[in-house]
């Protein structure tokens, strides 16, 4: 009987562990500065939106659910440390606690709710739109529930509806187009890509 275990193969050369760590490490660095970059990418129109969400979407579509949460979640941290990595060339923790941070937050329930739905039904197409649309529907959840808690501790009361109708009612064609790109641009990407990553998706 043969004992021996064959190390997966990349560019023709045996990927041990500690190789596919670093190529781990390599994919999440790329993709967290390619969140960064489309966060400074501000699209004009009657509100203003940035790429953030599609960047998000992107990340985890393509190189799966723990790479791309990672990703994710190293964006955020690396904001909430004073990195400039948020819109508008902005960092620091009080950036997440003002009224807008909790949609920053938010990006990881989209990450994690991608990733969730991949583990339990797969990377099909159809998956991956509904667990972006779910993805997308938690961040709005969590981005409105703390925008209303700042506000009405700043402020003063307001409404759910009038809330909805500054942060997610003029987002949600715009969302709903960058959902569209993503899924069209990562499943453009990823059979290249698993080439390079060895197939090794998750």
Do not use: H
Request: charged share 10%; net charge positive; hydrophobic share 50%.
């Amino acid at each position: 009987m043969n004992t021996k275990t064959t190390a997966p193969i990349l560019n023709g050369k045996p990927q041990t562990g500690e190789t596919r760590k670093t190529y781990d490490m390599a994919y999440i660095a790329v993709f967290t500065v390619l969140i960064a970059i489309c966060s400074w990418i501000s699209i004009p129109a009657a509100i203003p939106f940035t790429l953030q969400t599609f960047a998000v979407f992107l990340s985890v579509a393509v190189l799966g659910g723990k790479r791309g949460t990672t990703a994710v979640l190293v964006y955020v941290l690396l904001g909430a440390a004073g990195i400039p990595v948020f819109a508008e060339f902005t960092g620091g923790l009080g950036v997440i606690l003002n009224t807008t941070g909790g949609y920053i937050i938010g990006f990881i329930l989209t990450a994690l709710t991608m990733w969730l739905m991949e583990s339990i039904l797969g990377r099909k197409l159809w998956v991956q739109a509904l667990s972006m649309v779910l993805g997308m529907a938690a961040c709005y959840a969590a981005g409105t529930a703390w925008f209303m808690f700042v506000y009405m501790r700043e402020t003063g009361p307001v409404g759910l509806t009038t809330v909805l109708g500054w942060c997610v009612i003029p987002f949600i064609i715009p969302d709903a187009v960058k959902i569209a790109l993503a899924l069209t641009l990562s499943n453009t990407l990823r059979r290249p890509l698993a080439k390079i990553m060895n197939g090794q998706q998750g």
